[in-house]
């Protein structure tokens, strides 16, 4: 191990301790140290903590191959504001070069930062997304596969980030009961049918990931709609279900809470996947650290088998990094298939 990891490790070690030891002697705890490419773990020391790698030169490039991106306008209702009052929303579906209704396709639902768009995350760097998605798909990275951008904002987005809170949290639900039927009903994803069976039965075929506030919404999704998706991929931003920025200030209480959410499921162990992620100079990335250092506390819950945290080095808290954390996760989420 070089001189710069075992630095960083004596770092972490005093400063985040992220695993407690357990009364339990069959519980075995989850090692720490990062992977920043310089030396592979043993397949039984896979690290909590971990670097990114880079996504390759030219993926910023058009493909030769191009996937489209379509608008869908589609009918849903007041959850945030309690009132059930109709009303209308729009998301951003990506479509691959040469989608065919024969084939089934995974799917992706990330959600923006504040002040963006449902349309920005296509839109954005110069379609930097899109043309990454092309590049991988094209690239044998991942196989085809469908990404959907939705917008937890009624409107305008609120003058304060933080107020979004409630309609952040509405967001999962009007996933499940009208964006996600209203996008799988239409394209062939893995979800025979559309209602809550058919959703929950799909489910390791779906992720929900976000930006920000974004991942103040996954995290509630992981909350309140752990049966519609198995993957979640959280981007610098903390859980907010006991409180604003309730992550970072009360970890270990937010670790607890997410555990016995989790207890109540049938998703114990390897039911899900939590691939976390932030860059180290990003103003939110103390606020998700240690949220995840309270959760990997809780060993027997959260470890390595189904949470992991991903760090850019001097990533800051902007959209240009977000490529990068797609890069890395989406073929974890979906492994290329063999056919």
């Given at each position: 191990?070089?001189?710069?990891?075992?630095?960083?490790?004596?770092?972490?070690?005093?400063?985040?301790?992220?695993?407690?030891?357990?009364?339990?002697?069959?519980?075995?705890?989850?090692?720490?140290?990062?992977?920043?490419?310089?030396?592979?773990?043993?397949?039984?020391?896979?690290?909590?903590?971990?670097?990114?790698?880079?996504?390759?030169?030219?993926?910023?490039?058009?493909?030769?191959?191009?996937?489209?991106?379509?608008?869908?306008?589609?009918?849903t209702r007041d959850y945030a504001e309690?009132?059930?009052?109709?009303?209308?929303?729009?998301?951003?579906?990506?479509?691959?070069?040469?989608?065919?209704?024969?084939?089934?396709?995974?799917?992706?639902?990330?959600?923006?930062?504040?002040?963006?768009?449902?349309?920005?995350?296509?839109?954005?760097?110069?379609?930097?997304?899109?043309?990454?998605?092309?590049?991988?798909?094209?690239?044998?990275?991942?196989?085809?596969?469908?990404?959907?951008?939705?917008?937890?904002?009624?409107?305008?987005?609120?003058?304060?980030?933080?107020?979004?809170?409630?309609?952040?949290?509405?967001?999962?639900?009007?996933?499940?009961?009208?964006?996600?039927?209203?996008v799988e009903g239409r394209y062939h994803?893995?979800?025979?049918?559309?209602?809550?069976?058919?959703?929950?039965?799909?489910?390791?075929?779906?992720?929900?990931?976000?930006?920000?506030?974004?991942?103040?919404?996954?995290?509630?999704?992981?909350?309140?709609?752990?049966?519609?998706?198995?993957?979640?991929?959280?981007?610098?931003?903390?859980?907010?279900?006991?409180?604003?920025?309730?992550?970072?200030?009360?970890?270990?209480?937010?670790?607890?809470?997410?555990?016995?959410?989790?207890?109540?499921?049938?998703?114990?162990?390897?039911?899900?996947?939590?691939?976390?992620?932030?860059?180290?100079?990003?103003?939110?990335?103390?606020?998700?650290?240690?949220?995840?250092?309270?959760?990997?506390?809780?060993?027997?819950?959260?470890?390595?088998?189904?949470?992991?945290?991903?760090?850019?080095?001097?990533?800051?808290?902007?959209?240009?990094?977000?490529?990068?954390?797609?890069?890395?996760?989406?073929?974890?989420?979906?492994?290329?298939?063999?056919?």
């Open positions: 191990m070089t001189h710069k990891i075992i630095s960083f490790l004596s770092i972490l070690l005093l400063s985040l301790p992220l695993v407690a030891c357990s009364t339990d002697d069959s519980e075995v705890e989850t090692p720490i140290y990062p992977d920043n490419g310089e030396e592979n773990p043993s397949s039984d020391e896979v690290a909590m903590i971990s670097f990114t790698h880079a996504v390759p030169d030219g993926y910023e490039q058009e493909a030769e191959k191009r996937g489209s991106i379509v608008r869908i306008d589609y009918a309690g009132t059930g009052a109709k009303r209308t929303n729009t998301a951003y579906v990506y479509l691959p070069y040469g989608y065919n209704e024969s084939q089934r396709y995974n799917i992706l639902y990330f959600v923006h930062g504040h002040y963006s768009t449902a349309a920005s995350t296509f839109e954005d760097e110069n379609g930097v997304v899109r043309k990454l998605l092309d590049q991988m798909i094209a690239h044998g990275d991942i196989d085809p596969m469908i990404v959907v951008t939705p917008s937890y904002n009624y409107g305008q987005p609120t003058p304060d980030y933080a107020d979004a809170d409630p309609y952040c949290r509405a967001l999962p639900l009007e996933l499940v009961n009208d964006l996600i039927p209203a994803t893995y979800a025979e049918t559309t209602d809550r069976e058919g959703i929950e039965v799909s489910r390791s075929h779906r992720a929900i990931g976000g930006f920000s506030m974004g991942a103040v919404t996954t995290w509630y999704a992981f909350d309140e709609t752990l049966n519609a998706f198995r993957y979640f991929m959280p981007v610098s931003g903390d859980c907010w279900s006991l409180g604003r920025f309730a992550g970072m200030n009360r970890p270990d209480d937010t670790a607890a809470y997410l555990a016995e959410r989790v207890q109540q499921s049938p998703y114990v162990g390897t039911g899900f996947y939590i691939w976390a992620a932030s860059g180290t100079n990003d103003s939110a990335y103390r606020e998700i650290l240690l949220q995840i250092e309270g959760m990997a506390r809780l060993n027997n819950m959260f470890n390595t088998a189904n949470m992991t945290f991903h760090q850019k080095e001097g990533a800051r808290h902007e959209f240009r990094p977000i490529p990068e954390y797609l890069y890395n996760a989406l073929p974890f989420f979906f492994p290329k298939s063999d056919e």
